[in-house]
């Protein structure tokens, strides 16, 4: 008989479920059900993960300094205040782990990204999840319920999976308005995707105060997910009291050779944006034009919202049935919606056909 016994706060959390990739008996599949990007990893990114594999025995560079130069150079930030983690998910944890804790609260909005959930429960924090204004985090909402024992508010922006942005202004209110020792996190993973002018990934802040920090990944438009590798932009004594508890090898090599080797692929970026909005646009109007109800997004995905549990499921399963995986959002209480990642031109099609005829005859 096992008498082990976790910390409580361990038992309320319910695992991640990730994006599908398979359906038995289905052989063609179109995963659109984990943002992953529409065209693939970059090439000059493939090569340089190639390239490595003769030095898969050493060590990786514990301070992924290349990489960190990189990504510097890049977004013009001070390579000395990112820190690159295995996954932003890696560098959430850490973040949550050394600001929050057991008799600490942790405030999201309503339809935040679940990670913050999941990671503060770990942590042992209060996990208080904010009413969103039109499925928009709502900045009064949050600062009303941030109290004395609240240190860290997360912030998706863009949200996921709501798709929904607030701008530079609302970010800075949102920072104004909390005390000092609260950290807010800024969790810009669909940074790049970005096309409205007043819109800041969080740097500025970042910069302004010093204790905000910004999360980013190479999962979503740098088409990495695969090899888990994302960064933070972090005021200098974040960085400090994160170098104390980083795992010292927590970026393996082939993350950090096929990350540098993305960010200077010419034109990835631009084009992937350029797809986006099209396809973005192309399929909201697609499923629009059927009557399905889509909330504007800024990032590589949209909110179909079918309006009852029972036609979202419906139209997943119709969906399933064709190879066509897009994931479901129980989790985050949205099961009237389903999150559908922009594809291929050719895959967006197969979507809009296929939600086009599930509306017509079901
Ligand atoms: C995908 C996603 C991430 C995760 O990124 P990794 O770098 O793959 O861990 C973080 N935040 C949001 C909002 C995301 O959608």
Redesign the pocket.
Do not use: I, V
């Given at each position: 008989m096992s008498v082990l016994t976790p910390r409580p706060s361990i038992l309320s959390i319910e695992p991640y479920v990730g994006g599908e990739s398979k359906i038995p008996g289905v052989n063609r599949i179109v995963k659109l059900s984990s943002?992953e990007g529409a065209f693939g990893p970059p090439p000059a990114a493939m090569e340089a993960y190639a390239a490595i594999a003769k030095d898969l025995h050493r060590y990786p560079d514990p301070s992924s300094s290349g990489l960190r130069e990189a990504i510097g150079g890049r977004f013009g930030l001070d390579p000395a205040r990112i820190l690159c983690g295995n996954?932003?998910?890696?560098l959430l944890a850490y973040l949550i782990l050394a600001y929050g804790g057991e008799g600490t609260e942790l405030v999201m909005s309503a339809h935040g990204?679940v990670?913050y959930d999941l990671t503060g429960r770990y942590a042992g924090c209060h996990v208080i999840k904010v009413p969103e204004k039109n499925l928009t985090a709502d900045v009064d909402a949050i600062l009303a319920a941030v109290g004395p024992r609240t240190r860290i508010v997360c912030l998706?922006n863009p949200?996921?999976p709501t798709g929904t942005l607030l701008p530079s202004s609302e970010v800075r209110r949102l920072r104004a308005g909390l005390r000092g020792d609260i950290l807010l996190v800024i969790?810009a993973?669909?940074a790049e995707y970005v096309t409205d002018p007043d819109f800041d990934p969080g740097q500025a802040l970042v910069d302004a105060s010093g204790n905000t920090v910004m999360?980013r990944?190479?999962?979503?438009i740098f088409g990495l997910?695969g090899l888990?590798?994302?960064w933070a932009y972090l005021p200098a004594e974040v960085m400090d009291i994160l170098a104390r508890i980083r795992g010292p090898f927590n970026v393996n090599a082939g993350a950090q050779a096929a990350g540098i080797a993305a960010l200077s692929e010419p034109g990835w970026v631009e084009k992937s944006i350029a797809h986006n909005a099209e396809w973005r646009g192309k399929l909201t109007a697609a499923l629009e034009a059927v009557g399905i109800k889509v909330w504007p997004s800024h990032g590589n995905f949209i909110l179909a919202d079918f309006a009852t549990g029972e036609t979202a499921k419906a139209a997943d399963a119709y969906l399933r049935a064709r190879g066509l995986i897009v994931r479901a959002m129980g989790a985050y209480g949205l099961g009237h919606c389903l999150r559908i990642t922009i594809g291929t031109s050719e895959e967006c099609t197969l979507v809009a056909e296929a939600l086009a005829a599930f509306m017509k005859d079901g």
């Open positions: 943002n996954g932003s998910d890696e990204f990670m998706a949200n996921n969790d993973a669909y999360t990944t190479f999962s979503k997910g888990r590798l994302g």
